[in-house]
């Protein structure tokens, strides 16, 4: 075959690859093929309905179309990824509440109980907590010794540790904090640590002792101090007030008032304090700071069902997680509640925005401790709401948890139960929806194993092992450990599954 022929050949074979023109388009010098996947059809099939177009133009139900959509779709992120701000707003009404702020601080005395709406609380630490607003000049914190205390700004995110895993070393000490915009000298004597906001939540936890609060309350009331920089040198004597057994709400909204929430931050703090993106998230939606938030009708509702589905996908993040990472173990529904190992959320230099939802839409008070492994100090948790088969727990049937002999805690474990709706306590006739190693009636089997039960009543004889549940609620469970030891760590001890009594 000639040269020319097999040119020929292979040019008509090139062109038969490429796409046909349009004939409405018509041939000119300049026209080349135009590849199908760089064009839009006509009219294409969404699940928002069909979008009409006329050589690429959206006509003007289309457009009116996709901007709905859009308004909807930046409701629904900026709500997943405003839950650690909406939460901190919850938390400071619920403080402001009960009257823990500007230096008087609150203690639960007698532990917390399941009136109070906290997301995650437990009831065997003794908590201590208030409310500093930096937006008058630095503040000083007197820590108390043996302690665990946690500093976290507006957005939830971690500014130190006081206490044990703190710079003082569980010694107690001084420290002072500078709001964002601090520009003057600073003082020596402290440990000092700027905020990237001007609101902080402050919170410790003290230690029973033999099962009794008071010597840890006794302790955080001697020590615990908070007062401007400008008293230091001759501070002011700080209120304790006794939060055990007063309701009270911390628990963020979940329906068009959580986008109010998040608008008093993004009104209150520097923009500084929130990366560009997610406060374009919020700005794409009418949340601008130095603006009035007033979204029209049709945006009010747009928000109102972006906040419903939103809510929606952070309860299935959570309770039914597609993250394999969160699973603690193979074939076990126990799961760790900081997935990725960090406390930024950070994995691989990307942010895991569906870890970051899960952890906050449940939990509280954010700190490096909590993800790092620290045998036999500190605590670690584990997060089960489902029985051995996969079915959620159902509050009118009874189920047995076997924890195996020879726990590794230096402290104790315990197990709290929570009400699946609220994320707080389950609220039945237990005041303390909880039970561990710290109840001195609590039942061991002959090979040092325990057993525990979960439903309406308990069953014969073991009254001293149950914890109640409400037929109707659903509920879940925290296993904490406190002091855990190698065996967690390594996964050769692991508690055993939720099994449904016939």
Known sequence: MHTNTLRQLGLALLMASLPILSSAAGKFKMTTPIPPEITTPDTVITRIGTL???????????????????NFLRGVESFLNGVPGASMVAIRQGFHDLGAENGTIGIFETLMDSRSLFLTGNTESVYAMTWMNLKNGPMVVESAPNTLGIVNDFWFRYVTDMGNAGPDRGKGGKYLFLPPDFQGEIPSGYHVFKSPTYNNVLVWRGFMVKDDPRPAVANLKQHLRVYSLSEAASPPANTFINLSGRPVNTIHANDFKFYEEINQIVQEEPAAAMDPERLGLFASIGIIKGQPFAPDARMRKTLTEA?????????????????????????????IPFVGGSHEFLQDG??????????????TM??????????????????????????????????????????????????????????????????????????PDLQQNPDGSVDVYFGPKAPAGKESNWVQTVPGKSWNVLLRLYGPL?????KSWRPGEFELMK
């Not at 993040?317 to 799961?335: E, F, G, H, M, V």
């Not at 020879?406 to 929806?433: C, E, G, H, I």
Request: net charge positive.
């Open 52 to 70: 009409k177009f006329t050589d690429g133009l959206p006509d003007d139900a289309t457009v009116a179309k996709v901007y709905d959509n859009l």
């Open 307 to 335: 906040a419903a589905v939103a809510n929606a996908t952070a309860r299935a993040i959570l309770y039914s997680t597609r993250d394999k990472q969160a699973n603690y173990y193979p074939n076990s529904n126990w799961r």
């Open 350 to 363: 990307a942010r895991l925005l569906d870890a970051r939802t899960m952890f906050h839409y449940c939990a």
């Open 366 to 439: 954010v700190t490096p401790a909590m993800t790092m492994k620290m045998v036999g100090a500190g605590s670690q948790y584990a997060f089960n709401d489902r029985d051995a088969q996969g079915r959620h727990f159902d509050g009118a049937k009874t189920y047995r948890l076997r924890m195996p002999p020879d726990a590794p805690v230096k402290n104790f474990w315990s197990l709290v139960v929570y009400d699946s709706q609220t994320r707080s306590m389950l609220q039945t006739d237990q005041a303390y929806p909880s039970i561990g190693t710290q109840r």
């Open 486 to 490: 190698q065996p967690w760590f390594d």
